[in-house]
């Protein structure tokens, strides 16, 4: 989370801020997300999405050299993103039903901290081995894809060939 709010224009406490901003007003589309009534207060819930968006959002952005380059961390040593993105078990545990994090939180966390387009499904595609980063391109689902689990499924099925 500190390596990805040291990264873009704005300092790591602007960005906190700011982001925490965002995630506090999407209370009605997060809890929207889930099937069932989830029993925490706003604020618990809200710190929750925050912490694991950022871990996401630095976890894509890790994976990929040439974003990691153009969107670099001042954190000093950098975070750990780069090594956990490599392991299995992390990768496993990021498309098991129970842990899926609704996409647009991190589409409007990385808006706020990078004035610009992350391609968030892209970036979960490379992590995920679906396609190496040397033939990156965008995928863009016929279906809007809610989280990891349901964009891989997406993928697989609207391509065939590619997504065998």
């Not at 700011?18 to 706003?42: I, P, S, T």
Request: net charge negative.
């Amino acid at each position: 989370m500190q390596s990805l709010l040291h990264r873009g224009p704005k300092g790591p406490e602007t960005n906190l801020k700011e982001c925490m901003g965002v995630v506090m007003g999407l209370e009605k589309e997060v809890r929207a997300n889930y099937a069932d009534d989830l029993k925490l207060e706003w604020n618990d819930l809200a710190n929750i999405m925050l912490s694991d968006a950022c871990f996401l959002l630095e976890l894509l952005i890790c994976a990929s050299k040439e974003l990691n380059q153009k969107l670099k961390s001042r954190l000093e040593p950098s975070g750990p993103g780069g090594h956990v993105g490599k392991k299995e078990e992390v990768l496993v545990d990021l498309l098991k039903l129970q842990n899926q994090m609704p996409l647009f939180i991190l589409h409007k966390l990385s808006d706020q901290i990078f004035f610009e387009v992350v391609p968030v499904e892209t970036l979960a595609l490379n992590l995920f081995g679906y396609f190496p980063e040397t033939s990156f391109k965008c995928f863009t689902p016929d279906i809007l894809s809610q989280h990891f689990l349901e964009l891989v499924n997406a993928y697989i099925s609207d391509d065939g060939e590619e997504g065998a």
